[in-house]
């Protein structure tokens, strides 16, 4: 193109206005402040106008594209107020990206992370396993079996802590048909995994995820550590060591040593760890004997005792007691079990096909020998507390095992008490007919005088549904059957001096007679030795009044002896006997006769009540004390085993009787011969047990509100003591208005109340009747004259005999005048006369000098013999005498 064709470029102010006449220079390059303020790279010049527009064609498009990042650019980095940074090592948040995709990791990063926690997970497992050390087994895999044996060493239950029965075997005396069984079904690559099976786990996962059976798929080794080891818990803590551990014991341990632990430690159910105990609780033999059907069913045990023993849930011994659902479930493991050998490979298609043709192998029904059912578990508890209260071994060695213990335990005695508990139960018990029948309760105890060996208890209906033994201390007061040891004190301490302090020595005391006399009116004033008025504190008032005692029914016999007043089990005499001796004194005499001191309560001078039997001693301490009296005062501790071995701890023990003379043998026989009245007596609350057919010393009681009822009795070769109660085990149990704590029995068994004479008696008469039939017929030993004729506050002396010249004339002046004037005095008094030798010997003086009733018949309001006492008021019901108290005007029979 022609230069004149140019045009020039346009003027920019004065500068451009006049032409210099040369060709045009390129325009001045940009300041490199203004390029980067805008993010342009700065361009070279161009030398015409042809190259510039050619240049401008090429990089417009670039150029718009350029300026547009580099605007964006720029504004972040002016946000920021700094250029951007380099790429960073882990670019999360990606960079470059906006919104939620720079948020989203690439594949790089998460394969990168997965094998990132793969290596640290395998690193810590690996230091785990490094610091991981095989620990001591564990107390429960250490427990061995206590033997328990009858007192005719006749084996009586195998028990241990929580029922444990373990015998540990060698895994050559355990049959290669549970061995094979075992791994077949548990754990088919048991010789060669290395402890743990993620296959299996992996399986019972993937089974209990669609729905099926619950799976642990834990291997046998894990089981064994599990078992041997560590606890029961399921929790991930556990779970993650026993894995860690299982490892462990597998690279360490042989496989044989631990097939061996396992089976060893295994719960095959009844109670029974270990194949030993269980061929021996199911089978009735030993594991080595065990043939491939049995083995097979045992096997399927440890998926389940529970559900896989034909006999859970039924517990008899017919064909009718078994649990069909078991049985069921017990076969078809059983035939999955032999399946699974043949599968294996352990045992043969044809050895398979005959045991088949021999079906299932039924076990035996469960025997006590295997179970703390029923009594049992009373009786072992009992041999344990002996044991460890004497001092012989701890509850901790006993609970790991490996004793050989003897009781005192008469087999046959035990059936007859427990078989007389329940026939009296179902003749007259009935909780669907009567509320009052509710929780009814009966607890009893056998000792045999002179030696104080427990024969035979009675401890509750069964020992695994109610965990009190009512034979040792249900905390049942004992009612009038405590009068006994106030009389023994009477006879061997004696009376307190009136004129004396509270608390005296021998000679201030004085012994007195069983002849003696006290009044029973009904509400009688009681007052203390020493002739003041007894004042407790009202409970409602909270002002001190006076005791006055009741007497069963309101009755009132006039002036009784002691005798007397035994045998048709009167309240008040014996009260006011206890305070005249001293509350104190008497349980220092029941102490001495076998009743422990924490079962007595308070005894003082503001406690007239406890001569009525407030106290709680048990069936087994009751009938240990009358069994002093039987043994003519030889006092001979309860015990129930006569000897206990353990090889591994080096203990050997041999009971050796002690006994000691608690009191006199006078005092002692005295007491039996004024509690035989009570059974031969007309008017004897116990009168009915004569049907025993032998001599029997025995007392009824029944307590305040009839809350507890007793009958206690003895002949010369067996004390027993029956107690019966009404209370709820649970609060479960409650319905309505019931509460927790002893229940009345009024109306209870249909009858209008339970005293001593009624159902206790009916269960000590049928027990005894049993257990003494064997026993020759023994006499009581005669009783000797004992103490001297003592007169209760305001009971007067008996009138002088009438003089008279002929003696004719007495038989006709008798009948016209005495039985007019005085009908009550006759049969109360005659029939002591003649045994008090001292009014017959001085008529005038019959009482001591000291005796404050030798005055005016009374003191401090006591009525002595007071006419408006009913001559014809006697016991309509004579079995029925018995009666209650307690601590404020209540009834104690």
């Not at 399927?300 to 064909?319: C, F, M, R, S, T």
Request: hydrophobic share 30%; with cysteine; glycine share 10%.
């Amino acid at each position: 193109m022609s230069e004149h064709r140019r045009k020039p470029p346009q003027s920019r102010g004065r500068r451009a206005a006049g032409s210099s006449g040369r060709r045009a220079g390129p325009p001045p390059v940009p300041p490199a402040d203004d390029a980067q303020r805008t993010g342009e790279t700065p361009e070279r010049p161009y030398g015409s106008r042809a190259e510039a527009r050619r240049a401008t064609q090429r990089g417009s498009g670039g150029r718009r594209r350029a300026a547009s990042s580099a605007e964006g650019t720029t504004r972040a980095a002016r946000r920021r107020g700094e250029t951007p940074s380099k790429k960073r090592f882990i670019d999360y948040p990606r960079s470059g990206y906006r919104g939620l995709r720079r948020w989203v990791p690439s594949w790089k990063q998460v394969l990168g992370s997965c094998v990132a926690f793969m290596g640290l997970m395998m690193g810590l497992v690996g230091v785990a396993y490094a610091m991981t050390e095989i620990p001591d087994p564990n107390d429960v895999a250490l427990q061995e079996t206590n033997v328990y044996y009858w007192a005719s060493g006749e084996r009586m239950v195998v028990s241990g802590e929580s029922n444990v029965n373990r015998q540990n075997l060698d895994l050559s005396d355990i049959p290669e048909a549970m061995q094979d069984s075992v791994i077949s079904a548990e754990n088919a690559s048991f010789y060669s995994d290395p402890g743990i099976d993620l296959m299996g786990i992996g399986r019972a996962m993937l089974n209990m995820a669609r729905g099926g059976d619950v799976q642990s798929g834990s291997t046998i080794t894990q089981q064994y550590v599990k078992n041997m080891y560590l606890t029961q818990d399921q929790t991930i803590e556990r779970k993650a060591r026993e894995l860690l551990l299982s490892v462990k014991v597998g690279a360490e341990v042989s496989k044989d040593d631990i097939l061996e632990g396992y089976l060893n430690t295994s719960d095959f159910g009844r109670g029974a760890l270990g194949i030993q105990a269980a061929a021996q609780a199911y089978y009735g033999k030993d594991a080595l004997d065990l043939t491939d059907s049995e083995a097979a069913f045992m096997t399927a045990l440890l998926k389940g005792p529970a559900l896989y023993d034909p006999y859970i849930g039924g517990g008899g011994d017919e064909v009718n007691d078994r649990n069909e659902e078991n049985l069921q479930r017990a076969e078809e493991r059983w035939s999955w079990v032999l399946d699974r050998r043949v599968e294996v490979g352990g045992l043969s298609a044809t050895d398979r096909q005959a045991i088949d043709e021999e079906g299932f192998p039924m076990p035996d029904p469960p025997t006590p020998a295997m179970e703390k059912a029923g009594q049992i578990g009373y009786l072992t508890n009992l041999a344990d507390q002996y044991l460890i209260s004497e001092g012989i071994t701890t509850r901790e060695d006993l609970d790991k095992g490996g004793f050989q213990i003897h009781t005192t335990f008469d087999e046959d005695m035990m059936n007859q008490m427990e078989a007389a508990v329940v026939g009296v139960q179902e003749e007259h018990i009935d909780p669907e007919a009567r509320d009052e029948d509710r929780h009814v309760q009966f607890g009893g105890a056998a000792v045999v005088p002179g030696d104080g060996a427990i024969v035979a208890i009675y401890g509750g209906e069964d020992y695994t549904q109610h965990f009190v033994n009512n034979a040792n201390n249900p905390g049942a007061q004992v009612g009038s059957t405590f009068k006994p040891f106030v009389l023994a004190a009477a006879m061997s301490e004696g009376v307190r001096d009136p004129e004396g302090p509270a608390t005296q020595d021998e000679d201030q005391r004085t012994p007195i007679s069983p002849e003696s006399e006290y009044r029973s009116e009904d509400m009688l004033p009681i007052m203390n030795y020493n002739g003041e008025p007894v004042l407790v504190e009202n409970a409602e008032t909270g002002e001190d009044e006076e005791w006055r005692q009741a007497n069963f029914e309101g009755r009132s016999q006039g002036d009784l002896s002691i005798r007397e007043a035994m045998e048709i089990s009167a309240n008040a005499p014996f009260v006011q006997l206890g305070m005249d001796v001293g509350p104190a004194t008497v349980r220092d005499v029941a102490e001495s006769a076998g009743l422990l001191p924490d079962s007595l309560g308070k005894a003082d001078d503001t406690v007239p009540t406890f001569a009525l039997g407030v106290s709680t001693p048990g069936p087994i301490r009751m009938a240990t004390a009358y069994a002093t009296f039987a043994a003519s005062g030889e006092q001979a501790d309860p015990y129930s085993v006569t000897s206990a071995e353990n090889s591994r701890l080096g203990i050997s023990y041999e009971h050796e009787t002690q006994t000691e003379q608690a009191f006199d043998s006078a005092v002692a026989d005295n007491v039996t011969d004024v509690l035989t009245e009570v059974v031969e007596g007309d008017e004897g609350s116990g009168r009915d047990v004569q049907a025993l057919g032998r001599p029997v010393a025995a007392k009824t009681g029944t307590t305040d509100d009839n809350k507890s009822a007793w009958f206690v009795g003895y002949t010369p070769q067996l004390s027993t003591a029956i107690g019966m109660w009404r209370m709820p085990d649970s609060q479960e149990e409650l319905v309505g208005d019931e509460q927790m704590g002893f229940m009345s029995m009024y109306d209870t068994a249909g009858m209008e109340r339970i005293n001593g004479g009624s159902l206790p008696l009916d269960v000590w008469l049928a027990f005894m009747q049993e257990a003494t039939a064997g026993h020759e017929i023994e006499e009581f030993p005669e009783p000797s004259d004992i103490g001297e004729m003592h007169r209760g506050t305001g009971v007067e002396p008996p009138p002088p005999p009438t003089p008279t010249d002929d003696p004719t004339e007495e038989p006709t002046e008798e009948p016209t005048e005495e039985p007019t004037e005085e009908p009550t005095e006759e049969p109360t008094e005659e029939p002591t006369e003649p045994e008090d030798p001292t009014p017959s010997d001085d008529p005038t003086e019959p009482c001591n000098d000291w005796d404050p009733t030798c005055d005016d018949g009374g003191q401090d309001g006591g009525p002595g013999g007071d006419p408006t006492d009913d001559p014809t008021d006697e016991p309509t019901d004579p079995g029925e005498t018995d009666d209650g108290g307690a601590w404020f005007g209540g009834r104690v029979g």
